[in-house]
């Protein structure tokens, strides 16, 4: 899907441009669904959560494959894990799996260019399925938070506050955690953590703006074109907050210096105002 598509879809814009094929749509939609027997949308129901489940990797169990040595970073910090574990990702897949001899049990590999903080994220997903922190459901509220969201200092036992941000030694700078978690998510051909990544970034409250755009910017540079859903995410959280962006200062120096991020922002926002400039055309009372 083109990038400026899944944006207009992102913003709801494209239901705005075309009432006429969303009515049908949606009723013909209802109308299935008023004559789908209980049972039946149980079943439905039933079969998208296994396959939610089949799409993210299960619980860590107790495993007799060879464990496998991470040397990441600049400072090669040492991670080990189960190489079945690993295996989940095409990326080790295709180094254990092709690049060591067959029941090798000394087996380790280099991340060099790799933060070890992303990493854990990345082994912890792995492992458990999420990773800190966690994403949970409010009853109350029917809406998703993340743990420990509304406690800085964090519950006694608890792992401390969420911070959203990290250090990234590629960046020299602070950039925003989950974007981080995203691009290697990306590399290493985990769709899962993509999806939960992202989700947890839309979660994220009071950013400062320029954290935004060197976030923005490092997910533009560690994502190929082929991307959409991070560069799209941004495109449209700047596109709905602009006056915010615009009144900062720090929108004027971050595009002086010149990125594609700014381009596809500059497409995206004439297209954006072409929208409107439909929806007040069509919804405007016509001369008879």
Same mark, same amino acid.
């Given at each position: ?14 239901? #705005? ?14 109308? #299935? ?6 049972? &039946? ?110 406690? &800085? ?43 939960? &990544?992202?989700? #947890? ?88």
């Amino acid at each position: 899907m083109p990038l400026v598509s899944f944006l207009c879809k992102m913003m709801g814009m494209d239901e #705005k441009v075309k009432p006429s094929n969303r009515s049908s749509t949606r009723s013909s939609r209802v109308g #299935k669904s008023r004559s789908l027997p209980r049972k &039946a949308y149980g079943g439905q129901v039933k079969r998208k959560k296994i396959q939610e489940k089949l799409e993210s990797p299960p619980p860590a169990s107790p495993v007799l494959s060879p464990i496998v040595t991470l040397i990441v970073g600049r400072d090669e910090r040492l991670f080990v894990a189960h190489e079945d574990i690993l295996c989940h990702s095409r990326y080790f897949q295709s180094i254990l799996r092709d690049g060591f001899v067959e029941g090798s049990m000394n087996k380790s590999v280099t991340l060099l260019e790799e933060e070890p903080e992303a990493l854990s994220c990345v082994l912890e997903f792995l492992y458990k399925g999420d990773y800190y922190p966690r994403l949970l459901r409010n009853e109350g509220t029917n809406s998703w938070q993340l743990e420990n969201s509304q406690n &800085a200092i964090g519950d006694p036992g608890s792992r401390g506050s969420s911070e959203p941000t990290m250090f990234h030694s590629g960046v020299g700078d602070i950039v925003l955690r989950d974007t981080v978690v995203y691009c290697t998510a990306e590399k290493y051909g985990l769709e899962g953590l993509k999806r939960l &990544a992202l989700r #947890k970034q839309g979660l994220q409250r009071g950013i400062p703006i320029s954290v935004i755009l060197r976030s923005a910017r490092f997910a533009y540079d560690n994502t190929p074109d082929s991307e959409y859903r991070l560069r799209a995410h941004y495109l449209a959280m700047i596109i709905r907050t602009r006056q915010i962006f615009k009144d900062s200062g720090t929108m004027q120096f971050e595009m002086e210096t010149g990125h594609t991020f700014f381009f596809d922002l500059f497409v995206a926002m004439c297209n954006h105002m072409d929208d409107l400039e439909q929806v007040r055309t069509n919804d405007s009372p016509k001369a008879t």
